[in-house]
């Protein structure tokens, strides 16, 4: 059984986006989506520099946009389960038809707003801690005052909050933590420092045309997987203040008989932590055109599966 998984913000990169728009048709919907929701996608993913698409604004919209590429690039293809982390989710709502490509951009370009303007209320941040176990990392975050925003498995957990609790993180780190790294993202996601934002977005959700999702789609809210559409909507309003469970959306990859992951662009990072996670099951990462084939290859191995 293939899944399909889009990643979240930090995957970008300065010009990830340059090879991509060689493919036929990619730089007139890219440009499409660019007027549609008054953000240049292509100067931010072929020009910008990593300041500029640190950006929350800039990000989140560019990341959706990368990932309906890449999925469009596949071709007509039906996984076994979908699924998102943190802003990937939008991506897999339009991937799994619950809201049209257009809708999720406009969406997503909302999001990044409301959250870039609640991030800038207080400095804070992100850091990954790589290593360690759950039992002695989250109480001790807890005692820093930092809020465990992603947990991700394979050893994986992301810790969230001021640039003061972060730094006292870094100066004194759990038991069994071999680093600290800060992630390239602008503010304290999936915690109570987001809250001003979900306003916002529960009333850009009024307005949205919503269908149930065609493939089934796994919610990184608890690793449930989720038949309504209005139910993954709410959820991805609540999201950006609370935190991403990536570990339960791959306990239930494997209860789904997960055999093979496709990570859409920019990949990388789910598909590292699959390896860990679910050892067996087959990974492509979509980080440039030159992995579709494999992609594709895996695809086709599934399908005829």
Known sequence: ???????????????FLTPWLDLPGAADRLAAWSDAI?????????????????????????????????????????????????VGEITATA????????AALGFVRKRGLGMAEAAAVTPTGMAALLGGEPENVLPHLEKLGL??????????????????????????????????????????????????????LDEAAKSLTIADPKVTYVSN???????????????????VSNPVR????????????ATALVELCPGGTLTGLAKRAMPGVK?????????????????AEHASA
């Not at 990974?283 to 992609?295: G, I, R």
Request: aromatic share 2%.
């Open 1 to 15: 059984m293939l899944v399909l998984v889009a990643p979240g913000q930090g995957a970008q990169t300065p010009g």
């Open 38 to 86: 008054g953000l240049d996608l292509v100067h931010y993913g072929t020009q910008a520099d990593a300041d500029a698409i640190r950006d929350t604004a800039v990000a989140q919209p560019l990341l959706v946009a990368a990932g309906l590429l890449s999925a469009a690039a596949l071709g007509d293809i039906s996984p076994g389960a979908v699924a998102g982390h943190s």
């Open 95 to 102: 991937f799994a038809g619950v809201l049209s490509e257009e």
């Open 147 to 200: 809020t465990p925003a992603n947990v991700n498995g394979a050893g994986q957990i992301v810790a969230a909050g001021t640039a003061e609790q972060l730094a006292a993180l870094e100066a004194d780190k759990p038991e069994g933590v071999r680093r600290v790294v800060a992630l390239k993202v602008a503010g304290a996601f999936h915690t109570h420092h987001m809250a001003p934002a979900v306003a916002a």
């Open 221 to 239: 809210a608890d690793g449930r997987t989720v038949a309504s559409g209005q139910e993954i909507v709410t959820r991805l309003v609540n999201q």
């Open 246 to 257: 990536w570990d339960l959306c791959m306990e239930t990859f494997k209860d789904l008989g």
């Open 283 to 299: 990974t492509v990462a979509l980080k440039t055109p030159a992995d579709l084939d494999a992609a594709r290859a895996l695809i």
